[in-house]
């Protein structure tokens, strides 16, 4: 129960985690007296690189904006945002307020529309539902010097710009520098995002080769909030388009993807729940003497070369289990070890998502953190 109340209150950008603490909370909780107070952020954040996969840690977000909430005791939100000295500082202070109940802080919001003011916390958790996957799959970002908001000199790739969220309701009594009461709340950040790596496929018996043309992720949410609060891109082999859309979900063959050590990888971010996303790979290649694709491709007695097929993989494993339900602030890879997914010639098809052939692929999952999934065909 208390894993899945995270996952729903994370989900909502961590303005429903707020609600849900208070639920929690049967007391009453009296306003504080007057205090100083502040909210610090952390300079870097667990996460992998776009292309790269990297090890925890590696990788600072890029700070585009930054909005913090003060809860109070009755689930009223009220809104400040961060000038480009407290961005670069990762703090902000305030001089001589109520304690609040909590803080929320949100980073990046790009599309989201985040209420200004002093708002219950349903108002800001529906403007959150409203974050589109777009603004986490941003093209890459390049400065040449360090920006006014303290963002490094250096290339910041789409995984280091997705919205990031933090919630804090115990606070630490600092060493104060006015002779006031001074308290601090040091807010960690998640993404409210999954991230999926992926690497090649590579030719099993009954294929003499085996070679990606494009890579696609299909049927996602297009908005934050789950299923009933989002539209979600799910083509089938009859609505197929001829030019794939949106640009970011969709890659041509990259030879640096090699499934083999120094490898890069295929990567897109998607909202969590229980839309599981599919990849689906374009290939070209020889079936063997003998061997025939899922359309009946192929000769019994001479090798048969093939162009722009489909593989299509609806599914994955962790540890031997079929995810049903992807979490935010997840790394799930495939395909990024020994060569690639090994594929044999049934389940390559004429079209992409056909309903009557399904692979499922062994994933490794964690928070932020190395997991390799398993896909199941």
């Known amino acids: 129960m208390e894993k899945l109340t995270k996952s729903l209150c994370i989900l909502t950008a961590l303005a ?19 205090t100083n107070f502040e909210v610090s952020l952390p300079g870097a954040l667990e996460t992998y690189g776009v292309e790269d996969p990297q090890a925890a840690g590696q990788i600072t977000p890029y700070y585009d904006n930054v909005t913090v909430y003060l809860v109070d005791a009755g689930g009223n939100a009220t809104y400040y945002a961060w000038t480009n000295d407290e961005i670069k500082a990762k703090q902000k202070r305030f ?19 985040l209420p200004t003011g002093t708002v219950p916390l349903s108002e800001l958790t529906a403007a959150m539902m409203k974050s589109s996957v777009v603004d986490h799959n941003q093209i890459a970002r390049t400065l ?24 804090q309701s115990v606070f630490t009594t600092e060493t104060s520098d006015d002779g006031h009461t001074l308290k601090k709340a040091s807010v960690e950040l998640s993404s409210i995002v999954s991230r999926f790596e992926i690497g090649t496929v590579k030719k099993g018996t009954g294929l003499d080769a085996l070679t990606v043309e494009a890579v696609y992720v299909n049927n996602f ?19 197929w388009p001829a030019t794939f859309t949106p640009a970011w979900a969709t890659d041509s063959y990259n030879a640096a993807v090699t499934s083999a050590t120094g490898t890069k990888a295929y990567a897109y971010q998607v909202f969590s729940g229980n839309v599981v996303p599919h990849i689906i790979y374009k290939v070209s290649g020889t079936v063997s003497a003998g061997y025939k694709l899922a359309d009946g491709t192929g000769d019994a007695d001479n090798s048969t070369s093939f162009t722009g097929k489909y ?17 935010p ?49």
């Open 16 to 34: 429903l985690l707020a609600a849900c603490d208070k639920d929690a909370d049967s007391g009453v909780q009296i306003p504080a007296a007057k």
């Open 95 to 113: 001089e001589q307020i109520t304690e609040p109940a909590q803080v929320l802080v949100i980073v990046n919001s790009g599309s989201a529309i």
């Open 144 to 167: 040449a010097v360090e920006d006014a908001k303290g963002n490094a000199a250096g290339t910041y790739n789409s995984v280091q710009q997705v919205m990031l969220a933090g919630e």
């Open 221 to 239: 949410l297009n908005f934050n909030g789950g299923a009933l609060n989002s539209t979600i891109q799910n083509y089938n082999e009859i609505t």
């Open 311 to 327: 593989i299509t993989v609806k599914g994955f494993r962790d540890s031997g289990s079929l995810i049903s339900e992807i979490e």
């Open 329 to 377: 602030h997840k790394i799930y890879k495939l395909g990024l070890e020994d060569g690639g997914i090994e594929i044999t010639p049934d389940k390559i098809t004429d079209k992409p998502e056909k309903a009557k052939i399904d692979l499922i692929v062994a994933v490794s999952v964690a928070d932020w953190t190395v997991a390799n999934v398993t896909p199941e065909i």
